[in-house]
Each structure stands twice: as structure tokens, then as C-alpha cells.
């Protein structure tokens, strides 16, 4: 099992999410994120979807996608690529000294405070999966009071062909 | 015009004058501008799921889109069963659905349903049309999509204001869809590598699967096989693409597949697989399909390439050009068709697996029923089934010779859909005899249609198979759950030809064996639709048959029943 990024570009149709969620539910794709937006062409979006997977299920998935009549293109964005998701978190602060190393930490994590006041904090932090994961693993010990994130979104990086 | 007209319109400028249909509230408009139009006909039918799969009768007998009508809410969720029943065996089916007005859309109105979303999974693509001006262009987008590459059922949902409200526009010049152009050529190095492949083996076999009939190149198949001498096995789709009495037709493959086409899969060296998706009732248990073969597999669908089964090569594309591009290398390297060993062997394998299905014995042997429609019938009429053990019946012994002359629920399996495919293959065929072989279990499920035939002067022929039992269930009660025959008893309640006498036809009733060519020939030889009740042995069993999860080897039963497949070895 390994983690899987594709993404696919659809025409902007009405109902193309429900049927590319259909596809995945009736082929058994247990799909860990999903982040939809437009691109750079006009009347195309962008889904991307990250899952665990192997090798071959995930080429009979591209080419169950592509059947997709509203389904323009699919790629595989697993390797050489920028990786990114946005994160949300509100901590609940107790304590000048907790807010102190809360602080600290989202500094080493290069993260972004977007509120606080005496009771709470709001952080945001643009990363990797994998180092979102880290920085909600020390936040941990802190109290949380809510996560929330975009899904995974990629770009393939400059050196490598387009799409 | 109304959006009304303009679906009526629409529809005839791309070859569809007959639709099959139902009313209701929310396609009342439609029908109404049906009521005007002359050169339109809807066939009222008696049940709307009747209408889908008449559509997919006319659809799969004549190559064209076939279209059904149904209003909202029960009516269009009625079409489901007939849409998944097109959508498993890829037949081009266009079901337009009534709605709801849209400012009535999400608030659970009188007969709203979600068809969008319940048709997702059982259709090749689905549409809603919420503005008049985009009639024309979603219909031919629906029907290039429902006839294009690997076709398929497509739901049209339309809301009400699309049929009254009036066309603003005029239609667009082309209507372009996604995923719908002509299949790329296939690489000349494929052809070369599939020729050498077919070239230098000893032992190689051809199976075909419904894709040849889909793909209408039923013509170069058969010349394939002329010229390199080859064996050839079939699915159930595939029955009539090969003359079943070529003397290399091995038959039908599978759990109740023939021995001889069983046994020519599991011997092969090679195999080229064409429009095959491997379903489990083709394959058993897949570990052990064809463990020796090397297997190379073409298919307009590249989902299908290491879907099932794992293959060593594969070619996407029209099975049809694909064909004539390896019929042109191959006639370059082929002088005169070569004798091997194998293809004599096949050969004989096939004679030695044919059993003598001319049994005279009271009850009626159902092998000998099938045996006398054969007698009966040309080799242009169409032969629709139900679902069960008739069908594998017709499935052995009918003859078939030309494609789309052998109509059958094979990946939905769908009980009652032989007689509405009949009516639709007749409104499809008008020249040609229809001829239903049905079950008593199957025929019921849509016998309100002999109304639609009396009423429409349509004449499709039902042969029912009457043994009082769910028969396949039975089988399987008998053969694995040792004769506990829960719910599989019909009884001898319903009277066929009473049944007929109800809607002003004739039935007629055989219980021998000799009265059975009289009855056909009076049935076809009438004007109206004649249901012939013929009462066969109750407890007959199809086979051979695979258990459950079993492998291909592990067939039993059928005509060299004692012998098993070391018969085939001397
Ligand atoms: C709509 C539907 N319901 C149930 C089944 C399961 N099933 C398959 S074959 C069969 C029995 C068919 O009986 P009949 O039509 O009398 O044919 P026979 O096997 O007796 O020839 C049943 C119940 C089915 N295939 N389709
Ligand atoms: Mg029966």
C-alpha cells in the first residue's frame, strides 16, 4: 500500500462529482482526501484525490476515470511533484506559559497564527501532508478544539513534463 | 415550437420514430405533441419497465438507439431494472424520464425521485435538461454517447418547463461530447506481433465476446477464422456472431458453458479475446482460467485490459478495423489455411459433444423443444429468451447463424425481459418472425405486455418452457442443498391459454412431443401473437455446470456425462 495523488480534470458539469464519488464507492476506492477546484482553463475543474492503494488498482482506476464522459483528463501525480494542504487548527489556551510554547512551535513549524485572544488561538499552516501531521502531533498536547483542512492539492514540479 | 416538438423533432432528424412509452404528469406535454405528429410513433406499453427493455430489444436488433418514455417518481424508477439490464450487456438505450418543474427541484414533490442519482451507476452517462434551448444538442450528445465506443444506456431527465417552454435558439451546428470520437488506429507492431502470435503456436483459440457484435464485425471474424483455421469459442453475448454449426464453433464457454469450448480453454497455447470483459460466470474460478495460455486480449475498453483476468498483451481499439488490419498482414503470410492437429481435434471434439437432442419421451425433453423451433424457424428470425434454464437451453442447442438474431439478458440476468425484447426486436425486424423462448417463472414477470401486442398488432411469439418451477433455482436446490425446494414451486396455477384468451389471443397447449412442431407452426403462422404453453419435464437439469467458485476443470454432467474430459484425450 502506498499513497496515491491524482488528479483529474473534468468539464464543469453539473453532477460530475456525484459520478466520479459513485465510481469510487462502486469500485471499492476508500479515497483519504479530495480537493476540487478551477484551473487555468475556462469550464474545467481540477479534482484532486489522494487514496492508499497499489500499482495495479490504481491503473484500473484511471481507466475506469477516463470512461467518465465528463472526465477530460487523469494523471498521476504520486512522484515529482509540489505537494501542498492547507490546515486550520484552534487551540484552546490555558495559560500565558502554554501560549508561549504554542507560539514557539508554530514559529519552527514556519505556520501562521490568523487569531488569538485570552482563550484561543486560530493557526494556519500551507505544507506538506506529512508535516501537517507532525505539527498536529506536538499541537496534541495542547487542547484542540477543532482541525480542519483542505485536502491534498499538487503541481508537478518545473523540471518535469506538464500535466 | 415547444421543447416538446423539438425532442419529437430532434429525435426523428437522427433516425428514431418509435419510442416506447408510459404517461403520466410530467410527461404529459410530450405525449401531447406525440398526439399531433404523424410521422411519430409511441408504442403504449403496460408497465414501464416493459418500455426499457423493449428499447433495448429494438436497440440490440437493429444496431440503432432505442428510446423509452416514462413520467417521474414510480414511473421512472420502474425503467430502472430495463436501464441496468442495457447498461451490463452495453446495449445503446436513450430513457427519457419526466421531472418535476425545477423551482419544485429538492422539495420532495408529488413524484419527484432522484434519477439522476439513481440512474448514475446503471448508466453510461445521465442528463437533466432544464432549458428548452438545449434540447437539441443534449439529445445528439445522448445518442452519440448511448451508440459511441463500448455503448450504453443514457437517462435524459426532463423537467417540465423544458417540454412547455418555447425554443428561443436556433440549434447548434454540432453537438461535441467528450470520450465519444473514433477509437485511434491500432500500431502496426501490435498487428505484427498478434499475427506471429496466431502464426507460430500449436495450439491457439479465438474468443469472442458480445464487443464483435457490438462492434458489427461479425463479417471479418468469421473470416479470421476461415483463414487460419482456427478454433473458436464464444460467450453468451457473442451467440449468432459465428454460424453455431461451423465445424469450429466450439460453442459457448463457461459455468454452463460446453465442454468442448471448456476444454478448448483450458488446452489452448494461446487465446485472443475479443469484446470479452471476463465475467465470473464465464471464467469460474479465475486462478485457474486458462492457467497455460498465453492470452492477448482486444477491447474497445482499456478498463477491461487486467480487470478479471491477468493478460500478457493487449490492444485497444475497434475490434472491427482492428480485425481487418490483422486480416491484411495475415493474407500476406497465409497461402491456403494450414490443417493442424489441434484444429482437427477440435473439430471432432465438437461432434463428440453433441448430444442427441431428437428424444422422443413424455414429459418433453426441453433439448427437444429448442430442437424443433430450430426446424421452424429461418436463420434471419430472432430469438429472444428470459432468464434460467431455458436460456441455457436455447444457449446449447438453438441454431443461430447471423448476429442479432439471439437477444438475452446475459450480465443483468433479468427475469421477464424476453418478451418485451421480443416486442422491440419486432417493431426493430417488422419482416422477420419474433420468437420468445420464455420460462413460466420469466414470462409472467411482463405478460401484461400481450395487451401491447394486441392492442399495437405486434406479433412476438412466446414458446414458454413450462416445467411449474423457478427451474435454475430448483437445479441448484437439488444439486446443493439436497432437494430442499424452498420457494421454487410454481405450481400448475397459471393457464397459459387462458392467460391469452384474457387479452383476445390464442394459446395453445403441448404436453407431447409430437404436437410440438403443429403448435409452432400455427403460432408463427398466425397474424396475432400466439403464446405456445409447452409443458416440459419439471425436473430437467442444464449442465454441464461449474459449483460454485469452481474451476473451469471441475464441470459436471452433460452430454459425455460419465466420461468427463478424458474422452476428448483418445
Ligand atoms: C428479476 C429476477 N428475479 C430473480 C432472478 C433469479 N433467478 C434466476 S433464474 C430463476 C428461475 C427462472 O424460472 P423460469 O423463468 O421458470 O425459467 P426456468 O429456469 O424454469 O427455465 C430465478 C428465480 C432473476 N434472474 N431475475
Ligand atoms: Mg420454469
Same mark, same amino acid.
Given at each position: 500500500m502506498k499513497t496515491y495523488i491524482i488528479s483529474i480534470l473534468v468539464a464543469d458539469e453539473p453532477g460530475v462529482l456525484l459520478k466520479l464519488c459513485g465510481l469510487f464507492v462502486r469500485r471499492g476506492f476508500n479515497i483519504n482526501t479530495i480537493a476540487v477546484g478551477s484551473t487555468e482553463k475556462k469550464g474545467l475543474s481540477r479534482i484532486m484525490i489522494t487514496l492508499n492503494s497499489d500499482g495495479k488498482k490504481i491503473t484500473q482506476l484511471k481507466k475506469q476515470l477516463i470512461k467518465v464522459i465528463d472526465v477530460v483528463g487523469v494523471s498521476d501525480l504520486t512522484e515529482n511533484t509540489i505537494v501542498e494542504e492547507l490546515c486550520l487548527i484552534k487551540l484552546g489556551i490555558n495559560g500565558e506559559k502554554e501560549r508561549d510554547e504554542i507560539i514557539n512551535n508554530v514559529n519552527l513549524f514556519k505556520a501562521k497564527i490568523i487569531d488569538i485572544n485570552k482563550t484561543n488561538i486560530i493557526i494556519q499552516i500551507t505544507d506538506r501532508p506529512n508535516k501537517i501531521k507532525n505539527f498536529i502531533d506536538v499541537l496534541s498536547d495542547y487542547e484542540i478544539v477543532k482541525i480542519t483542512r483542505t485536502g491534498t492539492v499538487a503541481i508537478k514540479d518545473i523540471g518535469t513534463n506538464n500535466n | 415550437m415547444k421543447g416538446s416538438q423539438m425532442i419529437l423533432n430532434t429525435l426523428k432528424d437522427n433516425g428514431v420514430n418509435t419510442t416506447f412509452g408510459y404517461p403520466?404528469?410530467?410527461?404529459?406535454?410530450?405525449?401531447?405533441?406525440?398526439?399531433?405528429?404523424?410521422?411519430?410513433?409511441?408504442?403504449?406499453?403496460?408497465?414501464?419497465?416493459?418500455?426499457?427493455?423493449?428499447?433495448?430489444?429494438?436497440?440490440?436488433?437493429?444496431?440503432?438507439?432505442? =428510446?423509452?418514455?416514462?413520467?417521474?417518481?414510480?414511473?421512472?424508477?420502474?425503467?430502472?431494472?430495463?436501464?441496468?439490464?442495457?447498461?451490463?450487456?452495453?446495449?445503446?438505450?436513450?430513457?427519457?424520464?419526466?421531472? =418535476?418543474?425545477?423551482?419544485?427541484?429538492?422539495?420532495?414533490?408529488?413524484?419527484?425521485?432522484?434519477?439522476?442519482?439513481?440512474?448514475?451507476?446503471?448508466?453510461?452517462?445521465?442528463?437533466?435538461?432544464?432549458?428548452?434551448?438545449?434540447?437539441?444538442?443534449?439529445?445528439?450528445?445522448?445518442?452519440?454517447?448511448?451508440?459511441?465506443?463500448?455503448?450504453?444506456?443514457?437517462?435524459?431527465?426532463?423537467?417540465?418547463?423544458?417540454?412547455?417552454?418555447?425554443?428561443?435558439?436556433?440549434?447548434?451546428?454540432?453537438?461535441?461530447?467528450?470520450?465519444?470520437?473514433?477509437?485511434?488506429?491500432?500500431?502496426?507492431?501490435?498487428?505484427?506481433?498478434?499475427?506471429?502470435?496466431?502464426?507460430?503456436?500449436?495450439?491457439?483459440?479465438?474468443?469472442?465476446?458480445?464487443?464483435?457484435?457490438?462492434?458489427?464485425?461479425?463479417?471479418?471474424?468469421?473470416?479470421?477464422?476461415?483463414?487460419?483455421?482456427?478454433? =473458436?469459442?464464444?460467450?453468451?453475448?457473442?451467440?449468432? =456472431?459465428?454460424?453455431?454449426?461451423?465445424?469450429?464453433?466450439?460453442?459457448?464457454?463457461?459455468?454452463?458453458?460446453?465442454?468442448?469450448?471448456?476444454?478448448?480453454?483450458?488446452?489452448?497455447?494461446?487465446?485472443?479475446?475479443?469484446?470479452?470483459?471476463?465475467?465470473?460466470?464465464?471464467?469460474?474460478?479465475?486462478?485457474?482460467?486458462?492457467?497455460?495460455?498465453?492470452?492477448?486480449?482486444?477491447?474497445?475498453?482499456?478498463?477491461?485490459?487486467?480487470?478479471?483476468?491477468?493478460?500478457?498483451?493487449?490492444i485497444i481499439g475497434d475490434v472491427k478495423s482492428i480485425l481487418d488490419d490483422l486480416l491484411a498482414v495475415l493474407k500476406m503470410k497465409i497461402k491456403s489455411p494450414k490443417q493442424t492437429d489441434w484444429s482437427k481435434k477440435m473439430k471432432k471434439i465438437k461432434q463428440l459433444c453433441c448430444c442427441d437432442i431428437d428424444i422422443g419421451k413424455t414429459p418433453i425433453d426441453p433439448r427437444k423443444v429448442i430442437k424443433e423451433i430450430n426446424a421452424a424457424i429461418k436463420d434471419t428470425d430472432i430469438v429472444t429468451t428470459g432468464v434460467g434454464q431455458h436460456q441455457m437451453y436455447a444457449a446449447h442447442f438453438l441454431e443461430r447463424k447471423y448476429p442479432r438474431t439471439f437477444i438475452t439478458s446475459g450480465g443483468f440476468g433479468t427475469m421477464g425481459s424476453g418478451f418485451p425484447f421480443a416486442i422491440g426486436a419486432k417493431i426493430a425486424k417488422p419482416d422477420v418472425e419474433v420468437i420468445d423462448i420464455d420460462g413460466d417463472g420469466s414470462f409472467i414477470m411482463n405478460s401484461q405486455e400481450l395487451a401491447t401486442c394486441k392492442e399495437e398488432n405486434i406479433k412476438a411469439t412466446p414458446v414458454i418452457l413450462n416445467n411449474n418451477y423457478l427451474g435454475m433455482v430448483r437445479q441448484w436446490l437439488e444439486i446443493f442443498y439436497g432437494r430442499r425446494y424452498s420457494q421454487v414451486g410454481l405450481g400448475n396455477t397459471t393457464d397459459f391459454v387462458k392467460m391469452a384468451d384474457a387479452y383476445g389471443l390464442e394459446g395453445i397447449l403441448v404436453e407431447k412431443p409430437s404436437e410440438i412442431k403443429d403448435a409452432l407452426k400455427e403460432a408463427m403462422g398466425n397474424d396475432e401473437t400466439t403464446i405456445v404453453n409447452i409443458m416440459i419435464e419439471k425436473e430437467s437439469n442444464i449442465l454441464p455446470m461449474l459449483p460454485p467458485g469452481g474451476t473451469l476443470k471441475e464441470a459436471f454432467g452433460g452430454c459425455m456425462e460419465q466420461a468427463g474430459y478424458e474422452c476428448f484425450e483418445k
Open positions: - | 403520466g404528469g410530467s410527461v404529459i406535454p410530450l405525449f401531447d405533441a406525440v398526439y399531433n405528429d404523424n410521422e411519430f410513433r409511441n408504442i403504449l406499453v403496460r408497465h414501464e419497465q416493459a418500455a426499457a427493455h423493449a428499447a433495448d430489444g429494438y436497440a440490440r436488433a437493429s444496431g440503432n438507439v432505442g =428510446v423509452a418514455i416514462a413520467t417521474s417518481g414510480p414511473g421512472a424508477t420502474n425503467l430502472v431494472t430495463g436501464l441496468g439490464t442495457a447498461y451490463y450487456d452495453s446495449s445503446p438505450v436513450l430513457a427519457f424520464g419526466g421531472q =418535476v418543474s425545477v423551482n419544485f427541484l429538492g422539495k420532495d414533490a408529488f413524484q419527484e425521485s432522484d434519477m439522476m442519482g439513481i440512474t448514475l451507476p446503471i448508466t453510461k452517462h445521465n442528463f437533466q435538461i432544464r432549458n428548452p434551448d438545449d434540447i437539441n444538442a443534449t439529445i445528439r450528445k445522448a445518442i452519440k454517447i448511448a451508440t459511441s465506443r463500448r455503448p450504453g444506456p443514457v437517462y435524459v431527465e426532463l423537467p417540465k418547463e423544458c417540454q412547455v417552454g418555447d425554443i428561443t435558439k436556433p440549434n447548434p451546428k454540432t453537438a461535441e461530447v467528450l470520450n465519444c470520437g473514433p477509437m485511434p488506429r491500432a500500431k502496426k507492431e501490435d498487428i505484427k506481433k498478434l499475427a506471429d502470435g496466431l502464426l507460430n503456436t500449436q495450439a491457439p483459440l479465438i474468443l469472442v465476446g458480445g464487443g464483435v457484435l457490438l462492434a458489427n464485425a461479425s463479417g471479418q471474424i468469421n473470416k479470421l477464422i476461415e483463414l487460419l483455421n482456427i478454433p =473458436v469459442a464464444t460467450t453468451l453475448m457473442a451467440k449468432g =456472431v459465428i454460424p453455431d454449426n461451423h465445424p469450429l464453433n466450439l460453442g459457448m464457454i463457461g459455468m454452463h458453458g460446453r465442454k468442448s469450448a471448456n476444454y478448448a480453454i483450458m488446452n489452448a497455447d494461446l487465446i485472443v479475446v475479443l469484446g470479452c470483459r471476463f465475467s465470473d460466470r464465464i471464467t469460474g474460478d479465475t486462478d485457474a482460467f486458462a492457467r497455460d495460455a498465453k492470452i492477448i486480449q482486444i477491447d474497445i475498453d482499456s478498463s477491461e485490459i487486467n480487470k478479471n483476468i491477468d493478460i500478457d498483451m493487449s
